[in-house]
């Protein structure tokens, strides 16, 4: 899906706020990923924009709870399968961009399991 070549690239940010950020991934592709807490469970869910769809389409999502030893992957899409193989560095490595929205659970036994 992401050119290789551009992931350490910052100059593909859109735009981003503290719960999100888009990126440029080429051929005006976009990735958007949005980060949530539901209770106790937070979650990092990226979205993959097309123009020829002129929609955007589920691709994969990250969850964690208090009893995860790390943050779980879940595939939608076929091309983040390799994520789930071979795991969330890969991912970062990748798409940098998105790294600060996974730290904002470092302090997740602060907020959810007093």
Not at 41 to 46: H, P, S, T
Not at 65 to 83: F, K, L, P, Q
Request: glycine share 4%.
């Amino acid at each position: 899906m992401a050119d290789k070549n551009k992931c350490q690239d910052k100059s593909r940010i859109i735009s981003e706020t503290e719960n999100q950020v888009v990126i440029d991934v080429g051929d005006e592709n976009k990735l958007k990923a949005t980060y949530m807490q539901i209770g106790t469970v937070k979650f990092v869910v990226i979205d993959w924009f097309r123009p020829l769809w002129s929609a955007s389409h589920d691709s994969m999502f990250f969850w964690k709870s208090v009893h995860c030893r790390g943050w779980m992957i879940e595939s939608i899409a076929s091309w983040t399968e390799e994520y789930q193989k071979e795991g969330i560095l890969t991912f970062f490595k990748d798409y940098p961009e998105f790294v600060r929205l996974f730290s904002k659970s470092e302090s997740f036994r602060e907020e959810g399991d007093k």
